[in-house]
T-cell receptor, first 114, second 113 residues
Framework: GNSVTQMEGPVTLSEEAFLTINCTYT??????LFWYVQYPGEGLQLLLK?????DKGSNKGFEATYRKETTSFHLEKGSVQVSDSAVYFC?????????????FGKGTHLIIQP | KAGVTQTPRYLIKTRGQQVTLSCSPI?????VSWYQQTPGQGLQFLFE???????NKGNFPGRFSGRQFSNSRSEMNVSTLELGDSALYLC????????????FGPGTRLTVT
């Protein structure tokens, strides 16, 4: 079946540091890939997405590239801010595989210190 | 445009009772999906409704059910509650379905005692 693996953390960084959160997936076919962010007490918000190999999703300074050869979708940001502190979820949806819905990783808790 | 709303936001129930949670999707969205979020299992897909029909279902027991109304509002019901059903239940809506961008509500925090 489909699965997503990501570091759970917590990941603690200083403000303006470079961020990488690794995400790898297992799926047959050609899934769409997503990063969602969850701020304390809130629901999930879509951060970025990529629907085919080599696509780069980007939003609010965050980027992730769909790498089919390494089945990865790592999230990066060049300079993090305290306001980026949240839980980040990598997810996939396999086209034609709707029976599973969105498959999420366990989430990575990111803490940015001033 | 109003976002996805879920009611109630918090709920405390006793083992053996049943509960109904409600979700109002973004106007124009016809797909509504439900997820359970727990610290141990993370986010797990419950089911998806589209145009009043259940289109997809996750791996949950029959105690978990749902429905969708003609205005796309959705409810999920959990019968014979167990302690393990304590979780944050998230609803998400999208224009077409699972492969497209989903917008999540704030969730309903269910505590079973």
């Amino acid at each position: 079946g489909n699965s997503v693996t990501q570091m759970e953390g917590p990941v603690t960084l200083s403000e303006e540091a470079f961020l990488t959160i690794n995400c790898t997936y297992t799926a047959t076919g050609y899934p769409s890939l997503f990063w969602y962010v969850q701020y304390p007490g809130e629901g999930l918000q879509l951060l970025l997405k990529a629907t085919k190999a080599d696509d780069k999703g980007s939003n609010k300074g965050f980027e992730a590239t769909y790498r089919k050869e390494t089945t990865s979708f790592h999230l990066e940001k060049g300079s993090v801010q305290v306001s980026d502190s949240a839980v980040y979820f990598c997810a996939l949806h396999r086209i034609g595989g709707g029976a599973d819905g969105l498959t999420f990783g366990k989430g990575t808790h990111l803490i940015i210190q001033p | 445009k109003a976002g996805v709303t879920q009611t109630p936001r918090y709920l405390i129930k006793t083992r053996g009772q049943q509960v109904t949670l409600s979700c109002s999707p973004i106007s124009g969205h016809r797909s509504v999906s439900w997820y359970q979020q727990t610290p141990g299992q993370g986010l797990q897909f419950l089911f998806e409704y589209f145009s009043e029909t259940q289109r997809n279902k996750g791996n949950f027991p029959g105690r978990f059910s749902g429905r969708q109304f003609s205005n796309s509002r959705s409810e999920m019901n959990v019968s014979t509650l167990e302690l393990g059903d304590s979780a944050l239940y998230l609803c998400a809506s999208s224009l077409v379905g699972q492969g497209h961008e989903q917008y999540f509500g704030p969730g309903t925090r269910l505590t079973v005692t």
